[in-house]
């Protein structure tokens, strides 16, 4: 019976559970057979959190949930369940009690900003035509193309969902910060992984989509966090 944790992936707007497959295959390669990937409905905080807390309620054991954009938010909610260990962070938001990650984008709009467009039905898009430079510019552009055509958007209101009691002031956490980010401004990062006072930060000369531009880098960081729960 393996003692590793089993490793709970949860994805950010405009993704999926399928932009970790790059990680899956460096985790499961290192060792790691009980993997999950959430797939979010992106449609609420409270239904991203209430999905992600039903996937680690199944897991008999110690969880590492890991966060990747506004995941980060995601896990920062959910986090507080009893078997969840620790929290890794991986570009991603990492909100203070009554703050959302609209208001933390704010405060250093990133370069991407401009090419967010919602839809008359309440969802929010990044410009297909502009996703590769704006989301994954270190991916070839075909990949940032396939990725942009199969985005999923998540309602616009969800970017003003607050966090409460938020998991990273009662488990330990980990912060990987995305130095080429277009969507969450480097410097937010930085604050928010001090702010959290993350037992290791690593940063990457990486876009936001560091999980599948660096698997390798990002699965190893993972491992580390694990290894030491």
């Known amino acids: 019976m393996s003692e590793k944790p089993a490793i709970v992936l949860v994805h950010g707007f405009w993704g999926g559970a399928a932009h970790w497959n790059g990680v899956i295959i460096e985790l499961h390669n290192k060792g790691y057979t009980d ?8 449609t609420s905080l409270a239904d991203d959190a209430e999905r992600t807390r039903k996937m680690v309620a199944q897991i008999n054991g110690p969880v590492l949930l890991v966060g990747h954009s506004y995941g980060g938010a995601v896990i920062t909610q959910a986090g507080n369940e009893p078997n969840v260990a620790g929290l890794v962070y991986i570009a991603a938001f ?46 070839p552009r075909q990949e940032g193309q396939v990725m942009g055509v199969t985005q999923k958007a998540p309602l616009a209101s969800t ?16 912060y990987q910060i995305s130095s080429q980010d277009r969507m969450i401004h480097p410097d937010n990062q930085v604050r928010m992984a001090k702010r959290l006072g993350a037992r290791e930060t690593i940063t990457l000369d990486a876009s936001h989509a560091s999980l599948a531009s660096r698997p390798v880098e990002v699965a190893a960081f993972i491992d580390k966090a694990a290894r030491s729960l």
């Open 94 to 139: 990492a909100p203070d009690d009554g703050e959302s990650p609209g208001g933390i984008t704010q405060e250093h709009l990133p370069e991407a900003a401009p090419n967010l467009a919602p839809d008359s039905d309440g969802y929010l898009w990044v410009k297909p035509e502009r996703f590769h430079d704006s989301f994954c510019q270190d991916l």
């Open 35 to 42: 993997l999950h990937a959430v797939e979010m409905p992106l």
């Open 159 to 174: 970017f003003g969902d607050v966090v409460s009691n938020p998991a990273w002031k009662n488990k330990p956490s980990w």
